[in-house]
């Protein structure tokens, strides 16, 4: 029998959320370490027996404090992070509905949480951000959901 558990064994599923607000896209910088981060979406892992749209949610306000309008599935990601490291992520996005309600609620996770332009935000970037803008997917296009993928 291998070392490899079987849990490293299969991708694991995950949400992320571009949260819209007056034409800009909420960014938070991932703790890497001491100064150091990483721009990421607000997100994580789906729970067993969760949908992905309560799942994005729920990751949204543990992370933000936000609440969300409805959610447009928008892209799917494949993040392969290394060889025991794999995860699908889900994205929606959707328009918060108080943005005088953010908050860095984990601020041993992310340095804080930004309001910036779509384009704004092209470098240092986790793997499922930097996946998605690998897509040609561009937010605020309300009427025109379509589904992208990146793998």
Same mark, same amino acid.
């Given at each position: 029998?291998?070392?490899?558990?079987?849990?490293?064994?299969?991708?694991?599923?995950?949400?992320?959320?571009?949260?819209? $607000?007056?034409? @800009?896209?909420?960014?938070?910088?991932?703790?890497?370490?001491? #100064?150091?981060?990483?721009?990421?979406?607000?997100?994580?892992?789906?729970?067993?027996?969760?949908?992905?749209?309560? *799942? *994005?949610?729920?990751?949204? #306000?543990?992370?933000?404090?936000?609440?969300?309008?409805?959610?447009?599935?928008?892209?799917?990601?494949?993040?392969?992070?290394?060889?025991? &490291?794999?995860?699908?992520?889900? $994205?929606? #996005?959707?328009? $918060?509905?108080?943005?005088?309600?953010?908050?860095?609620?984990?601020?041993?996770? $992310?340095?804080?949480?930004?309001? @910036?332009?779509?384009?704004?935000?092209? #470098? &240092?970037?986790?793997?499922?951000?930097?996946?998605? @803008?690998?897509?040609?997917?561009?937010?605020?296009?309300?009427?025109?959901?379509?589904?992208?993928?990146?793998?």
């Amino acid at each position: 029998m291998s070392d490899i558990s079987t849990a490293s064994l299969y991708p694991r599923a995950a949400v992320a959320a571009i949260v819209i $607000c007056q034409n @800009k896209v909420l960014f938070g910088q991932r703790r890497l370490q001491s #100064e150091y981060f990483e721009w990421q979406l607000p997100g994580g892992w789906i729970h067993t027996g969760e949908s992905p749209d309560k *799942a *994005a949610r729920r990751e949204v #306000e543990e992370e933000t404090g936000l609440q969300l309008g409805k959610l447009h599935l928008v892209a799917v990601t494949n993040n392969l992070f290394s060889a025991q &490291n794999h995860s699908i992520s889900l $994205c929606f #996005e959707a328009k $918060c509905l108080d943005p005088k309600l953010l908050s860095t609620m984990e601020p041993g996770k $992310c340095l804080g949480w930004y309001w @910036k332009t779509w384009e704004e935000v092209n #470098e &240092n970037l986790f793997l499922p951000l930097r996946k998605l @803008k690998e897509t040609d997917y561009q937010p605020l296009f309300k009427d025109k959901y379509e589904m992208q993928s990146s793998f």
